[in-house]
Each structure stands twice: as C-alpha cells, then as structure tokens.
C-alpha cells in the first residue's frame, strides 16, 4: 500500500509563506514518531486528554496517578506540544538494570542499542524523565537503593521528573523496588495529581472467548509424490557391470605391417668435473712433509 501524499506541501515537507519556510505539519509528525516509543506512536489521543492540567506541569515534579492507556496519550501529548524538548521513559526495571550495570559497555558491547555505565548517564540528559514505577516482576536487592539514587540525583539537582503509579498497578507496601525511605521522598518532593479513566483499559473476559474472531488455519495442501523414472534405475544398475569392448578382425586384402620394437632412450654421459692431470704416485701421495727440516729428510 503507498504512502499518501500530503495535500498543503504535496510531498515537499516544507511550505511557503511570505517568503519564508515553514516545515509542513505532515513532516513534523513524520519527525516525532521517530523520536517516539512503538508504544506511543499508536497511542489514541483525545480532547479530554488536552485539556488535563498536568500538561502544564513538564517543567515541575509529579506523580501522577493513571491508567497505562491515558498516561501513554498525556505523554504523547506532551512531546507533541514541546518538539524540542527531550523527553525520556525509564522504569524502575531499568534503572536496577543500569545500576547492576547490565546496560554498561562491557556488558551489552558497542553496537547493541543504548548504552548506560551509570545512573547519571541514563538520568542526567532528559529534560523531562518519566519514571513508571513498579515494573520489575521478581524481588531484587538493589532494586529499591538503586531507584532511590535515581530519583535522588533528578531532585537534588531539580531537574523535572514525573513519577508515573499505574492505578491498575499501583506502587505501595510489596512492590519490589518499594522502601519506607522512597516514600518519603516521594511524599516530599512530588505533589499527586490523578487522571480519571478517559480510554477503556483493555481486558479480556475468558467468558467471552467466544465471542472473538476466530483464527483459522487452512490445511497444508499434501505434497506431490516424486516418481523416479525406470530409465535411470536400469542405467544405474547396467553401469555397475564392466563394458565389454568387441574390436573387429582387420580384413583379408590387408596386410599388416611389421611392428618395429620401440627404442630405448641412450644414457646420457655427462662430463666429470674432475680434470686430467695425472694422479701422484708412490710416496709423494702422502706429501713431503710440513718444512724442510722434516727428520725424514735428514735421515733422523
């Protein structure tokens, strides 16, 4: 299926207005999704979602109490409304992740997605982190010293933080990253504010299964027998025999010639690198000594 053409800059991306270049509203969308979550691309937005006071509050510490789907369309609406503003998604799974540093370098290596050696590489850059509390699904030590730390070290340096406590979910007593000490700072330093349910929380009823579109799998159609010619059988079995060559008598009229016996290739001499001056003979073959006072000279 193609892509639909915007009507206003026909494709260009950009408009022209009193000689000036605007980008088109169909490009800034394009340039938002790529910045955004899978999750919050297709999350729906309505006008009771616009109208929240807490889209006012993205320079302020909250916690704001909702359901995922809601939460998921004020986040939208948030990025939407401040393009050049960097915001950021973290859970307390996360957090605990980076902080027993399974995010890090050495861990997770060059190029395997975002890479965190610290708590302050992951907290310090947004200028709007969101934190969505009680994610983590089985108990952990350093969960709830390493959410502290996180949360710490945004208010300490009071940087905007908005702690999100799913109402379907909630964070209290039992969490796992939960501690006495978390909650005093939270009590401290985030004011709550809490979204009524606008969108309808997907649930399933096993009662109604029924009631669901079916899926349907065709059978797989049985496949063709493949016949193996008789031919190939036959030449396979006749090729195992050994080939019986008949060559025909020479007619009477011809007569044959004499065989000549094949010739010997001759030894080749190669000449001696000796040369041909006489050998010694007699006693001089063992030479006359080292000096001409040798005692056999003398007679001694």
């Known amino acids: 299926m193609s ?5 206003v800059c026909r494709g260009q991306g950009t408009i022209d207005r009193d000689g000036k270049i605007y980008e088109c509203q169909c490009a800034f969308i394009k340039r938002m999704a790529t910045t955004m979550p899978s999750f919050l691309r297709k999350a729906e937005i309505r006008a009771a979602h616009l109208e929240l006071p807490v889209l006012r509050a993205f320079k302020r510490h909250v916690m704001v ?3 995922w789907p809601d939460m998921k369309a004020v986040i ?30 050495a861990a997770k290596g060059e190029d395997n997605g975002s890479i965190y050696n610290s708590l302050e590489d992951l907290m310090d850059p947004p200028a709007l982190m969101i934190v969505r509390l009680n994610e983590l699904s089985y108990k952990n030590k350093a969960a709830s010293g390493a959410l502290e730390e996180a949360i710490s ?6 940087r905007p ?7 379907d979910k909630p964070f209290t007593v039992g969490s796992i990253a939960y501690s006495d000490s978390i909650a005093d700072l939270i009590k401290t330093n985030f004011p709550v504010t809490r ?4 969108l309808s929380t997907p649930s399933l009823d096993l009662d109604s299964l029924d009631d669901l579109p079916q899926l349907e799998i065709a059978d797989d159609p049985k496949p063709t ?3 193996v010619a008789e031919p190939q059988a036959a030449v396979a079995k006749v090729s195992r025999k050994p ?12 007569e044959e010639a004499p065989r000549k016996p094949a010739s010997r290739p001759r030894p080749k001499i190669r000449p001696s690198d000796d040369d041909d001056s006489p050998l010694p003979q007699g006693l001089s073959m063992y030479g006359s000594g080292n000096s001409s006072s040798s005692k056999f000279r003398k007679g001694k």
């Open 153 to 158: 070290y945004r208010t300490d340096r009071d």
């Open 65 to 67: 109490v909702a359901a």
């Open 243 to 254: 080939l019986e060559i008949s060559i025909p008598p020479p007619p009477d009229d011809v």
């Open 3 to 7: 892509e639909s053409i915007c009507k």
């Open 225 to 227: 027998p493949v016949l």
């Open 195 to 198: 979204i009524n349910r606008i």
């Open 76 to 105: 939208k609406a948030v990025m939407l409304k401040n393009p050049a503003m960097f915001i950021k998604i973290t859970s307390d799974r996360e957090i605990r992740d980076v902080y027993v540093g399974s995010k890090s370098k």
């Open 161 to 167: 933080t908005w702690l999100y406590n799913d109402m």
